[in-house]
């Protein structure tokens, strides 16, 4: 869901479809026999990235990925598009932590669904994380790797080994977590900088604002995402639901701490 938006984001600066301030106009898309897609409410009016950011603007990040396909848009238009536009957003998801094993210590780490078929309304999904699939450790590699701003760090569980005495008591240390890079995204910390102001505005609004309870001065983004359940575990998916999800780090200025929560399967009275 739309905890993704800051790396569509900087998708969008990274590829030269964005700039920092842009202002675009918060309006549904329509392309040829497609219903309308929109944001959650039918305009939002004149947004610059880091209002949309503020407002989870659907329509923002659509006209960005219409741009990285290079579609000129205009209202019931027919359109075609190829998979380049997927490998761009890929590409810098995957340099974040998305879409990628973040490395932990835990057996049987996936990568997560990725998506096959490739159409305009399925780019305009993935641009607000209605696409591919990315897992809790996934979303928390990604928040890191914004605040680290760029740098990609291995996700650990166990800080270090110590062997055991003969009276099972703590004996010398075996071993100690080492900080492992795994990637750097190469995108200018300019373009991060702007984000982290995005997801503060996030936490200081409409949509953010109480979520992080008593946390002093934290920044992240909320997120919805429709899906599909199997409600009496007969094999088939029959039930609508959502999966409700938040990603913050808290203080904003030299964060001491992540956090990510993903609520699944909720109804839309908010019960599982």
Request: net charge positive; proline share 3%.
């Amino acid at each position: 869901g739309s905890i993704v938006k800051g790396a569509s984001m900087l998708t969008g600066y990274s590829s030269g479809n964005l700039k920092i301030g842009e202002v675009l106009y918060d309006k549904c898309i329509k392309f040829k026999n497609t219903p309308r897609k929109c944001s959650w409410k039918t305009s939002l009016g004149a947004l610059n990235d880091i209002k949309a950011l503020e407002l989870s603007s659907n329509s923002y990040q659509f006209q960005v990925a219409l741009k990285v396909a290079n579609v000129k848009y205009y209202d019931n238009m027919p359109v075609k598009i190829d998979e380049a536009p997927f490998k761009v957003y890929r590409s810098v998801f995957n340099s974040l932590g998305l879409g990628v094993k973040s490395g932990i210590d835990l057996p049987f780490e996936t990568e997560g669904y990725k998506g096959k078929e490739y159409n305009a309304g399925l780019l305009l999904n993935y641009s607000i994380g209605q696409y591919d699939t990315y897992s809790v450790m996934q979303l928390a590699s990604y928040v890191n790797t914004i605040i680290n701003e760029g740098e990609r760090l291995k996700l650990n569980l166990v800080k270090e080994v110590k062997y055991a005495t003969k009276d099972n008591s703590i004996g010398k240390t075996k071993s100690t977590y080492q900080k492992t890079v795994l990637n750097n995204s190469n995108i200018d910390n300019i373009y991060f900088k702007r984000v982290k102001e995005g997801f503060a505005s996030v936490m200081k609004g409409m949509l953010g604002r109480g979520y992080m309870g008593g946390s002093p001065d934290p920044a992240g983004k909320t997120g919805t995402s429709e899906t599909f359940y199997d409600s009496d575990n007969d094999g088939v998916v029959d039930k609508e639901v959502i999966n409700s999800t938040v990603a913050f780090y808290y203080p904003r200025e030299s964060p001491r701490y992540s956090v990510v929560v993903v609520a699944p399967f909720l109804t839309d009275d908010g019960n599982f």
